[in-house]
């Protein structure tokens, strides 16, 4: 059963139980991730980050709660905003848990709230991977973000 997509054990949970249970399946799923992300955290020797696991000042509590991550990265537009955003990095900070600063993808203004997001919290957020703008084949000169090796101008 280990080696079932997501995807398909939803489809298999969708049609054994019924369209009223498929919440309560996806949060069975969901714990059994993050407690598989505990075993795997506990015998890690390089640091697990937490990505699509959390979506939430709870969930990030609970993954830090349970030990199934020691970093978690915070997205403006999965976190809904800079102030959710910051909830979580100030938690983190109060619980000394370092923090990765990510973007989906996201337009340059989106991109330069988080690069300034993280500039506020330098002790929290360690790392950054903010290339979303990389993707795009046009953008206005007002909007720009220049890249340069590893370094990014606002």
């Known amino acids: 059963m ?20 498929i919440a309560d399946t996806m949060l069975c799923l969901l714990v059994a991730l993050i407690e598989g992300m505990a075993r795997l955290t506990c015998k890690s020797p390089i640091p697990i980050l937490a990505d ?4 939430s000042l709870d969930d990030a ?3 830090l709660k349970m030990k199934a991550a020691d970093m978690i ?11 959710k955003a910051r909830e979580i990095i100030e938690h983190c900070e109060a619980k000394n848990i370092t923090c990765m600063m990510g973007s ?7 991109i330069k709230a988080t690069a300034q997001l993280a500039m506020e919290y330098p002790h929290t957020i360690r790392y950054t991977d903010l290339d979303s703008p990389l993707f795009y ?13 590893n370094e990014l101008s606002l």
């Open 137 to 149: 084949k046009d953008i206005t000169q007002a909007e720009a973000i220049h890249f340069k090796a």
């Open 73 to 83: 990265n915070i997205k403006l537009m999965k976190y809904g905003g800079i102030s």
């Open 61 to 63: 509590r609970e993954v």
């Open 52 to 55: 699509k696991s959390a979506f």
């Open 104 to 110: 989906m993808l996201e337009d340059p203004c989106s």
């Open 2 to 21: 280990q080696n079932f997509s997501l995807i398909y054990l939803l489809i298999i949970a969708f049609i054994a139980y019924g369209a009223e249970k």
